[in-house]
């Protein structure tokens, strides 16, 4: 199987309490982070054979992307869509190229989640997280929690961008899901740690 990776990876994720998580893969000298997604939430799957969704984004340019979803055997995309996103030249023996670039892709993907994630695929994971829970991505800067009406629940996208933000005010409040972490797009509005448990706990 050419990404036979994806199942252990996407296991583990599970595991661990992730939807989403990061590789780098580079093509024609052009690097790209690659994010795994997990259907879960508003994540919705179409492939009914699709086993995760894949991001691609170039490491330059973040908002140059490609979205796809795949298996084990496959990317489940259109082959022209693909060429064009990464400047695949088309031949008669297109069909080999593709699997070539599928192997190669292959060949990256971990089994295991990365613990330490580059600073520019945590941007990128947050972005995305932050799409995924319909929010402006630029809302990066956490002020306060909050706990949900009517026994409303914190999304798996809000605790994973404060689990890559905010590490230590997630253990704070990991096992209370009926508490939400409040992010805005104005860094004077951020607070540490310290004053947000206070303010909580008044």
């Not at 661990?16 to 994010?35: D, H, N, R």
């Not at 330059?60 to 990317?75: F, G, H, T, Y």
């Not at 956490?142 to 997630?170: A, H, I, W, Y």
């Not at 860094?187 to 740690?193: A, P, Q, T, V, W």
Request: positive net charge.
């Amino acid at each position: 199987m050419l990404l036979e990776n994806l199942r252990q990876l996407k296991e583990d994720m599970r595991n661990k309490g992730w939807t989403i998580c990061s590789f780098l893969f580079k093509y024609k000298k052009i690097e790209y982070i690659v994010l795994v997604k997990r259907f879960v939430g508003t994540e919705k799957r179409i492939d009914k054979y699709a086993l995760v969704k894949l991001h691609f984004m170039k490491a330059n340019n973040l908002s140059d992307e490609l979205q796809v979803e795949a298996n084990v055997k496959k990317l489940i995309v259109d082959p022209k869509k693909l060429r064009e996103y990464f400047g695949i030249e088309y031949r008669e023996n297109l069909g080999n190229i593709l699997q070539q670039f599928t192997e190669n892709l292959g060949r990256v993907i971990p089994t295991k989640m990365s613990e330490n994630s580059s600073k520019m695929e945590k941007s990128a994971m947050v972005r995305s997280l932050s799409k995924s829970d319909s929010e402006d991505p630029n809302k990066i800067y956490c002020n306060k929690v909050r706990r949900n009406r009517d026994g409303g629940q914190r999304s798996e996208f809000n605790s994973d961008k404060t689990r890559l933000l905010r590490p230590m005010l997630f253990r704070a409040f990991c096992n209370d899901k009926s508490i939400s972490f409040c992010y805005y797009a104005d860094k004077e509005m951020e607070n540490d740690d310290a004053t947000i448990i206070r303010n909580f706990s008044k």
